[in-house]
C-alpha cells in the first residue's frame, strides 16, 4: 500500500463519529476518505469510495452494521471491502453475528485510540483482529449457537501441531505469543497459520476462531 490508509467512519453518534475521524485523520499514514451515521449510508459510501477499511457501528438505522458487512464482506460478495467493527457491545451476540458477516475484526469503544489505530492499520494490511476481551468471551453465552458444526478433532484435516496453533489462536494469542508459548519461531508461526487457513478453506485469523469455536476446539 503506497498511500495513505482510506478509511470510511460509520456511525450514529456524531460525537462518536467525530471524534474517531479527528483521531483517524490526525495520523500521516491514515485518510478519512467519508462519513456517516446508518448502515446503508455505508454500503453505499464503500461501494462508491472504496476505502481500504470500514469502521462499522453496530447498532445504526436504516440498516444495522451486521447487515452492512454482510453486505460489503460476506460470503458470495465478488469484491469484499474490509470492515472493523467497533461497538459498545461485548457480551452480546452481534460480535458472533458480526464475525459470521465477514467482518475482519471487532474492538470495542472503550479501546485506547492506539489500539483503535493499530486495528485499522491490521485489518488493511490483510490480517484479522479480534480484542483479547473479545477472543476470551466469545462463546460465553452463545455456545450452543456457536458450536453447531459438531465433529471430532479427529475429523479436522489438520496435524496435531496444527490444531494446537488452531487452539492458541482461537485463545486470542498473537503469532509472537504463540511461538513463545510452542517454543518456535516466528516465521514457524506463521507457516502453521497459513496452512491451517488454506487446508481449511479459512479467509483470516477471524475465521478460524469461529472455526475452532464451532468445532469445540477451544472450552
Given at each position: 500500500m503506497t498511500g495513505p490508509i482510506r478509511v470510511l467512519v460509520a456511525d450514529d453518534q456524531a460525537l462518536i463519529r467525530t471524534g474517531f475521524a479527528t483521531i483517524i485523520g490526525a495520523q500521516p499514514d491514515l485518510e478519512v476518505v467519508g462519513e456517516c451515521g446508518d448502515g446503508r449510508a455505508a454500503v453505499d459510501l464503500a461501494v462508491r469510495l472504496r476505502p481500504d477499511v470500514v469502521v462499522m457501528d453496530v447498532r445504526m438505522p436504516v440498516l444495522d452494521g451486521i447487515e452492512a458487512t454482510r453486505l460489503l464482506a460476506g460470503s458470495g460478495v465478488p469484491d469484499p471491502v474490509k470492515v472493523l467493527v467497533v461497538?459498545?457491545?461485548?457480551?452480546?451476540?452481534?460480535?458472533?453475528?458480526?464475525?459470521?458477516?465477514?467482518?475482519?475484526?471487532?474492538?470495542?469503544?472503550?479501546?485506547?485510540?492506539?489500539?483503535?489505530?493499530?486495528?485499522?492499520?491490521?485489518?488493511?494490511?490483510?490480517?484479522?483482529?479480534?480484542?483479547?476481551?473479545?477472543?476470551?468471551?466469545?462463546?460465553?453465552?452463545?455456545?450452543?449457537?456457536?458450536?453447531?458444526?459438531?465433529?471430532?478433532?479427529?475429523?479436522?484435516?489438520?496435524?496435531?501441531?496444527?490444531?494446537?496453533?488452531?487452539?492458541?489462536?482461537?485463545?486470542?494469542?498473537?503469532?509472537?505469543?504463540i511461538a513463545a508459548a510452542l517454543v518456535i519461531s516466528h516465521e514457524t508461526v506463521k507457516t502453521y497459520v497459513s496452512r491451517i487457513l488454506t487446508k481449511l478453506d479459512l479467509r483470516d485469523r477471524v475465521q478460524a476462531v469461529v472455526y475452532a469455536y464451532r468445532h469445540g476446539l477451544v472450552t
Open positions: 461497538t459498545t457491545f461485548n457480551l452480546d451476540e452481534y460480535v458472533y453475528e458480526a464475525l459470521r458477516a465477514g467482518a475482519s475484526g471487532f474492538l470495542l469503544k472503550d479501546a485506547p485510540p492506539p489500539q483503535l489505530l493499530q486495528g485499522i492499520r491490521t485489518v488493511a494490511a490483510g490480517a484479522a483482529l479480534l480484542a483479547p476481551e473479545v477472543t476470551r468471551q466469545l462463546v460465553g453465552r452463545y455456545a450452543a449457537r456457536i458450536r453447531p458444526a459438531g465433529g471430532t478433532p479427529g475429523e479436522i484435516p489438520l496435524t496435531p501441531r496444527e490444531l494446537e496453533v488452531l487452539r492458541l489462536i482461537a485463545e486470542g494469542l498473537s503469532n509472537g505469543e
